[in-house]
């Protein structure tokens, strides 16, 4: 059974149904440069939980104001005075929330735009697709506020950065921004001027794509990447022959077939 969005419900996310199976989430704490409290990430947890389930078929994710996000909620750490064991279980609730958006099957484009910082570069780092502007920068601080990171960032910014250059931004504080972010892989587009504009229209031509298709290029090529080469072989064989043999996709094929379909072409 389909399950629906209810707006209302959501005070810390601006959500916004822009029509044809593409919706906004956008961080709305400006106030506090986005920063992430508990409650952001329960209300993150609460929409990707039912966005697989309720016709999502794109999302564009954002920041209100002049930033993205600015990372953990530190006036909030600080004044909670955590426990060691009560601090794992909210970083738990992070990896619950960001490994819904990974692994959920919906492709999420992330606009970016001032501080990408530290807990913010971890919630881009979850996004499939992550679109950046003049204003944007990136960095871990952690190492210099006495933190490590809790949300992912070895994983997912590793991934994306390697090894060494992640360790060098968590020890030195480094910032990355324009050319030198994109050519690190922080960010696949770079744009002048609004990042979510871009992010919305890279959103629709995702969102035309099958559902099915989708689901297996959000989910399954992370999920590949966990597995030794032979298991994602194997894994990926076995996607391929659900999702290459969905009845929907047979008008497309046809399409190609009767030299109807657009052709791949080289930009000019």
């Not at 994710?61 to 009560?86: K, M, W, Y």
């Not at 909210?90 to 910082?117: D, S, T």
């Not at 960010?187 to 990042?195: C, K, L, T």
């Amino acid at each position: 059974m389909a399950l629906s969005i209810d707006i209302a419900s959501f005070t810390n996310l601006k959500v916004e149904d822009h029509g044809d199976g593409v919706w906004g989430v956008t961080l709305n704490r400006a106030a506090k440069r986005n920063a992430l409290d508990i409650a952001t990430i329960e209300e993150l947890v609460d929409f990707f939980s039912v966005a697989p389930r309720a016709g999502v078929r794109a999302v564009v994710l954002a920041g209100e104001g002049d930033h993205f996000c600015a990372g953990l909620d530190l006036i909030e750490h600080h004044d909670e005075d955590r426990s060691p064991a009560d601090f794992m279980h909210v970083c738990l609730r992070w990896h619950e929330a960001f490994n819904k958006m990974e692994y959920g099957g919906v492709p999420i484009i992330a606009a970016l735009q001032g501080a990408v910082v530290g807990g913010g570069l971890e919630l881009a780092s979850s996004a499939h697709v992550r679109v950046m502007n003049e204003t944007t920068y990136f960095a871990l601080p952690e190492g210099q506020r006495g933190l490590f990171t809790g949300g992912g960032a070895t994983i997912r910014v590793t991934d994306l950065v390697g090894k060494s250059r992640m360790i060098d931004m968590m020890l030195t504080g480094r910032v990355y921004q324009g050319d030198e972010a994109m050519d690190v892989g922080l960010a696949q587009y770079i744009v002048e001027g609004s990042s979510y504009d871009a992010a919305l229209e890279l959103a629709r031509k995702a969102a035309q794509n099958l559902p099915l298709s989708n689901f297996a290029i959000c989910s399954a090529v992370s999920h590949m990447q966990n597995m030794s080469a032979m298991d994602a072989a194997y894994a990926e064989a076995v996607v391929a022959g659900v999702v290459n043999t969905q009845p929907d996709a047979r008008a497309r094929l046809a399409a190609f077939a009767d030299k109807t379909a657009a052709r791949v072409r080289r930009n000019d």
